[in-house]
Nanobody
Framework: QVLLVESGGGSVQAGESLRLSCVASRYTYNFNMGWFRQAPGKEREGVAGIYTGGTYYADSVKGRFTISTDNAKTMYLQMNSLKPEDTAMYFC??????????????????WGQGTQVTVSS
C-alpha cells in the first residue's frame, strides 16, 4: 500500500490548463500508476496511466493531457485545452497490477482522496 495525495485542481474556463500532482508516501518506480476521474452520476474512468512500462490515454484526452512522473514519488497530469466535459473529481492510483487493462480500477490498490476540476464554458 502507498498513501497518495492529489493537488492542483481548480475552476477554469474552457481552453485553459491545469497541472495535477500526486505525491506518494514511498517511491513509486515499481508501481503501475494512473489518473482516473469521476463525474457525478458516472462511473470512474481511466484518464491516463503509466502501466507495465507503457503510457496510455483515454481517447477523449489524447493530445490534450500528458502523464509524467519524476521517477521518485510524484506523478503529474498536465491538462491542456480543457473542456467542460473534463469536469470531474480526479484521482491518482497506484498498484502492482494483475495483468489486466491499465484503465481497470481493479488493477489499482491505492487511491488518493481526489481533487476537483471544474471547467466552465
Amino acid at each position: 500500500q502507498v498513501l497518495l495525495v492529489e493537488s492542483g485542481g481548480g475552476s477554469v474556463q474552457a481552453g485553459e490548463s491545469l497541472r495535477l500532482s500526486c505525491v506518494a508516501s514511498r517511491y513509486t518506480y515499481n508501481f503501475n500508476m494512473g489518473w482516473f476521474r469521476q463525474a457525478p452520476g458516472k462511473e470512474r474512468e481511466g484518464v491516463a496511466g503509466i502501466y507495465t512500462g507503457g503510457t496510455y490515454y483515454a481517447d477523449s484526452v489524447k493530445g490534450r493531457f500528458t502523464i509524467s512522473t519524476d521517477n521518485a514519488k510524484t506523478m503529474y497530469l498536465q491538462m491542456n485545452s480543457l473542456k467542460p466535459e473534463d469536469t470531474a473529481m480526479y484521482f491518482c492510483a497506484a498498484g502492482a497490477g494483475y495483468g489486466g487493462r491499465w484503465n481497470n480500477v481493479k488493477e489499482y490498490t491505492s487511491w488518493g482522496q481526489g481533487t476537483q476540476v471544474t471547467v466552465s464554458s
